[in-house]
């Protein structure tokens, strides 16, 4: 894969690209990847999948169209183990996604730009989550996720930035990722992988 010899030439990225490689997935059904973050939201990765099991189990397993989440009353979806917020998310993406006409094809046309401000306009989605959006369902190669804590500490240590500074910090992480475009987010995964070790 080409990605590589391109992130090399960063040679405190290089640091941290093993021998491992990734490769990203494109998945499909967006509505429900969108509805299952909001799900996975501040649980662990264990709890998050029991519980977007259990949503998956209201449809008879099958992942549902936006119009059937939006019927689905809010004291099933809290049965299940969603905050009263999370309820009223999960209804505002399948409401959103029915008034926007969202479907894989209307997004898979569209540039990261177009997605991101078409779906932060969801209440409960921040430009983060369509980044992980973005990078881990769509499977583009350039995101760079400049909000994201683990990126951050990661590029701390590597870069020698200082988190004191927060918006400085930010522009020269912007600065710096600039030149692994278009393999952003493959930067990002070696970054994270970098810092759980």
Known sequence: MDYVSHLQKDKKLARTIGD?????????????????????????????????????????????????????????????GLSNAKVSYVHNVAAFCIEHKITDKKLLAMSNEEIIDLLIQIKGIGKWSVEMLLMFTLGREDVFAVDDLGIQQAMIQLYKLDPADKKGMKEKMLKISAKWSPYRTYACLHLWKYKDA
């Open 20 to 80: 491992e490689l990734h490769v990203l997935t494109l998945h499909s059904n967006i509505p429900v990847r969108i509805m299952a973050s909001i799900i996975s939201q501040q649980l662990s990765t264990k709890v998050a999948k029991v519980i977007f099991k259990r949503f998956l189990e209201l449809y008879q397993g099958k992942e549902p169209k936006p119009k059937q989440v939006l019927d689905t009353p809010g004291t099933i979806l809290r049965s299940i």
